[in-house]
């Protein structure tokens, strides 16, 4: 059990942030599927993408690492193995989805594992649809959890009116319907990050977009056949986020963050932060597939806002932080229509509100949300604290204690790794303290 002690203390700087995760999972199984080599810069050799990676190797992809983050995958062109044991998917909830939606339409009878933390993650979501295009699929244990097996069938393509957004649930169906036969429609009730549709496109898939309707014609079981190529992959803007809040509550302090991803799908805590009063400039070197640039952040004194609506599926993964804003902020900071916050790798709105309460801040709890009033002084709880084995709650704790008046603890740390493995190097090169104990 890792644990690092954190101290109080104002960020500054600049940081060139690790390769954007949910980018990287998605390349490794593009890749895969394509026909010859794939050159690949900026992948964040983190746990999640690694146990995609590993898991489409399983499948018969060949890779091998030049680099940490440098690495030529060759694709199966369509010749899929069945793997010779099951596919770990560590805590990877992206992988898991995708990859469910890929072997569905493959023919492939297959068992998907994870951890204890993945494991009570439900999959009813993407199973449900997945079924209605005829794939077959088994609870081992209990129903919608993992362990999950898929057995070998033939899919045909729906029309699916998705009830929550959810971008995972979306590209499974993408990745399914690639190997369907017919058309699959989806249809999403509000916008969701984008980065499957941008990859597909990039890799010549034709997609239908017509506002939040997106149409994919199946290639049947042989699948696409389309090429391998050379791809840059962006920084992680979420993993950008954590010193985004930081400087932006601290008057004078200044952020430079390079080569981070500016999807507009995926940037929606930039306004909500300029609502809240920061200073946020942000410079685009290259659209590409995805755009990317330079985000410029300056300190100031932020205040309280309401986050709701359509702009939460596009802000997801920074709602812990930004709860860490929202203590802050002079007023009141609201969240709502927030619930998916309760089945990631910790129920996110009960452990926030939980850690809030014991840092001085007054919080209400919702069913979906949280109402939280910002405090002039957080003051640090003298006990250990546990991160839930959660990545953004363990990153969220250490960015909330620079904001405080004492050291605390972080405890059960290492699920930092799956999307950041390099956040405590970065947060005492911007000038915090983390001591690993």
């Given at each position: ?91 990877s909830g992206t992988g898991t989805r995708l990859l469910s939606g890929l072997i569905s339409g493959i023919g492939l ?329």
């Amino acid at each position: 059990m890792i644990q690092y002690k954190i101290f109080p203390r104002n960020l500054s700087g600049s940081v060139i942030l690790p390769g954007d995760k949910s980018i990287s999972q998605r390349v490794s199984i593009l890749c895969g599927i394509a026909d010859g080599q794939s050159h690949i810069s900026g992948f964040l050799n983190g746990h999640d993408s690694m146990s995609t990676l590993i898991a489409m190797e399983s499948l018969g992809i060949k890779y091998k690492f030049i680099t940490d983050t440098e690495l030529i995958i060759n694709g199966v062109n369509g010749h899929f193995k069945k793997p010779n044991k099951k596919l770990d998917l560590g805590n990877s909830g992206t992988g898991t989805r995708l990859l469910s939606g890929l072997i569905s339409g493959i023919g492939l009878s297959v068992e998907i594992i994870g951890d204890k933390s993945l494991s009570s993650r439900p999959m009813d979501r993407i199973t449900i649809p997945l079924e209605l295009m005829g794939a077959k699929i088994v609870f081992t244990k209990e129903k919608s959890t993992l362990p999950m097996r898929i057995i070998s069938s033939k899919l045909k393509g729906i029309t699916y009116q998705m009830p929550i957004a959810s971008a995972q649930v979306k590209s499974c169906l993408l990745f399914a319907g690639l190997y369907a036969d017919g058309i699959t429609t989806i249809i999403e009730p509000s916008f969701t990050r984008d980065h499957t549709e941008k990859l597909f496109n990039l890799f010549n898939i034709p997609l239908n977009i017509d506002d939040r309707k997106i149409s994919i014609k199946g290639f049947g079981k042989s699948g696409p056949k389309i090429k391998g190529r050379d791809i840059k992959i962006p920084g992680d803007f979420s993993s950008g986020a954590f010193w985004i809040v930081a400087v932006a509550g601290i008057v004078g302090s200044r952020l430079e963050i390079k080569n981070v991803g500016l999807n507009p799908k995926r940037i929606a805590l930039l306004e909500v932060l300029k609502r809240m009063g920061a200073k946020i400039e942000i410079k685009f070197q290259n659209k590409n597939y995805d755009p990317y640039g330079t985000i410029f952040v300056e300190g100031t004194k932020l205040r309280g806002t309401v986050i709701q609506g359509d702009e939460i599926p596009n802000l997801i993964d920074e709602l812990p932080i930004i709860a860490v804003a929202g203590s802050i902020a002079k007023g009141k900071t609201i969240i709502k229509g927030a619930e998916e916050l309760r089945f990631k790798e910790s129920d996110r709105i009960s452990v926030m509100v939980k850690y809030l309460k014991l840092f001085g801040v007054n919080v209400i709890e919702r069913k979906d949300g949280m109402e939280i009033t910002g405090v002039d002084q957080l003051v640090s709880p003298n006990k250990v604290l546990d991160s839930h084995d959660d990545h953004r709650i363990a990153m969220s704790l250490a960015i909330l204690n620079t904001f405080a008046n004492d050291e605390i603890t972080i405890k059960n740390v290492e699920c930092v790794n799956t999307s950041y493995p390099n956040f405590w190097e970065h947060l005492n090169l911007l000038g915090g303290k983390a001591i690993k104990l």
